[in-house]
């Protein structure tokens, strides 16, 4: 292993940090490394190397710069995973940005369409973004027992089904958020449901009118001064002028007993 000039490492050490600082995502560190690398040919054309370059020309939005490296250079198979998403993305962007608005699967289908993957990120063989039925059965009996995977189970599917492990991890996300939908809408005909049998309005406004309804005589206790209704001993008392029951006079009090005049 030689030193590359007037630098103090070697290219297999170089490609070495390019691999460390992606993975630790340290973006900007690695943008300034790159930037420090001497103008070796060689080196330059490391394919570590060149990967390293499009992540950091993705994440600064230069993506005319990350097309021409992707575009120009050969890429072995295992890259090609990673480099096909920063390309796809970087093309999402630009068409969302052009619209105004987010892409939905319609909208993403024909940016793919328009840019499809270069020859150097990409084997040949048609990708298949609707997945064969036996592959599906597998993934839904997954969900069926673990709707969250682990990233060894979403490597371990991604064998099993012959997809990626970005596909199988897309796969259950959509299928999530599919799930939450149908819940929520069904949550949502519930209620309505309940709505048109039993009108929660209705409810409250007869629940308040029972209450105003009752009168303070309810709840205020006769005999006290805010009490209105005359009490039945003053209704039946002597000096009322109204007869008692059954039609009885009141027994006559001591001044109705006539006294004789002795002094007449």
């Known amino acids: 292993m030689s030193m590359l000039p007037t630098f103090g490492f070697t290219q297999e050490q170089v490609a ?31 394919e570590s190397v060149l990967k390293a ?29 990673k480099l096909q998403q920063l390309w796809l993305k970087a093309h999402y962007i630009e068409a969302e940005k052009l619209r105004g608005r987010p892409l939905g699967a319609v909208g993403k289908y024909r940016v793919r369409r328009k840019f499809p993957l270069p020859r150097s990120i990409w084997d040949g063989e048609e990708t298949s973004y609707c997945f064969k039925e036996k592959s599906r059965s597998v993934l839904r009996e997954w969900y069926t027992h673990n709707p969250y995977p682990s990233p060894r189970e979403k ?26 939908a149908a819940e929520a809408k069904e949550r949502e005909n519930n209620e309505n449901s309940n709505s048109n049998s039993h009108n929660p309005l209705t409810s409250s406004m007869n629940g308040n009118k029972t209450l105003l309804g009752s009168s303070d005589d309810d709840k205020t206790p006769s005999g006290t001064p805010d009490h209105t209704s005359p009490s039945p001993a003053l209704l039946l008392g002597p000096n009322s002028g109204l007869p008692s029951l059954h039609g009885l006079a009141p027994p006559p009090g001591p001044s109705a007993i006539p006294r004789s005049n002795t002094h007449q």
């Not at 600082?21 to 420090?36: D, K, P, Y």
């Not at 089904?161 to 599919?178: A, E, H, P």
């Open 16 to 46: 070495c940090v390019c691999e460390v600082l992606q993975q630790g995502g340290n973006i900007e560190r690695l943008g300034r490394f790159l930037w420090s690398l001497p103008a070796c040919e060689h080196l330059h054309k490391n």
């Open 53 to 81: 370059k499009a992540v950091v020309a993705f994440h600064r939005g230069n993506f005319r710069e990350l097309y021409k490296i992707l575009e120009s250079h050969q890429f072995s198979p295992h890259n090609h995973p």
């Open 155 to 180: 490597r371990e599917l991604a064998e099993a089904t012959g997809l990626t492990t970005t596909q199988v991890s897309n796969w259950f996300k959509n299928r999530r958020q599919r799930d939450r």
